[in-house]
T-cell receptor, first 116, second 115 residues
Framework: GAVVSQHPSRVICKSGTSVKIECRSL??????MFWYRQFPKQSLMLMAT?????????EQGVEKDKFLINHASLTLSTLTVTSAHPEDSSFYIC????????????FGPGTRLTVL | AQKVTQAQTEISVVEKEDVTLDCVYE???????LFWYKQPPSGELVFLIR??????QNEISGRYSWNFQKSTSSFNFTITASQVVDSAVYFC????????????FGTGTRLTIIP
């Protein structure tokens, strides 16, 4: 089946630093990837839709300058949390969309970000 | 607008009991897909099932079964003879391709199986 990886799986950083999270589709090409954020005991909240070769589409309320998304290739999308603050601490999950008949999304294992 | 409601926030049952997780959805699309995902403590979403709107047959996979009722816009999930390993958060999700590729998740049901 389709596999999506995320790196790093866990990161702890100091307030004010920037953190980059990578999302890779390992065995398929993904023209569209999604980035979600999940707070403890809450559901997944879609942050943005990332399309290869074009600018990401952000959901309402998500700061594009804060969460920079780059989808430079068909197998890689990155999310950079700029000038991270403790309130950015969360679980970030990416998914990649296949172009099968089901247009199914495959999810990465997630990245747990802790900002001190 | 689309919406998925999982009214049960938390459920606890004793091991070997059966348990049903409810999912009610709202959509104006006639073609859509419904999903169930399991999220264990590790955090990784595990795909359980996909059902398209034209297929109302119930499905059974081992101890898991799903009941899709289009008339009531429900897609309920039953675990038979629950086990401790079933403890997780379960999400129901709605996906209406092709014009809108966004998954709409429910708020999740936290299931605890008591040994």
């Amino acid at each position: 089946g389709a596999v999506v990886s995320q790196h790093p799986s866990r990161v702890i950083c100091k307030s004010g630093t920037s953190v980059k999270i990578e999302c890779r589709s390992l065995d398929f090409q993904a023209t569209t990837m999604f980035w979600y954020r999940q707070f403890p005991k809450q559901s997944l909240m879609l942050m943005a839709t990332s399309n290869e070769g074009s600018k990401a589409t952000y959901e309402q309320g998500v700061e594009k300058d804060k969460f920079l998304i780059n989808h430079a290739s068909l197998t890689l999308s990155t999310l950079t949390v700029t000038s991270a603050h403790p309130e950015d601490s969360s679980f970030y999950i990416c998914s990649a969309l296949t172009r099968s008949s089901y247009n199914e999304q495959f999810f990465g294992p997630g990245t747990r970000l802790t900002v001190l | 607008a689309q919406k998925v409601t999982q009214a049960q926030t938390e459920i606890s049952v004793v091991e070997k009991e059966d348990v049903t997780l409810d999912c009610v959805y709202e959509t104006r699309d006639t073609t859509y897909y419904l999903f169930w995902y399991k999220q264990p403590p590790s955090g990784e979403l595990v795909f359980l099932i996909r059902r398209n709107s034209f297929d109302e047959q119930n499905e059974i996979s081992g101890r898991y079964s799903w009941n899709f009722q289009k008339s009531t816009s429900s897609f309920n999930f039953t675990i038979t003879a629950s086990q401790v390993v079933d403890s997780a958060v379960y999400f129901c999700a709605l996906y209406p391709p092709p014009k809108n590729e966004k998954l709409t998740f429910g708020t999740g049901t936290r299931l605890t199986i008591i040994p």
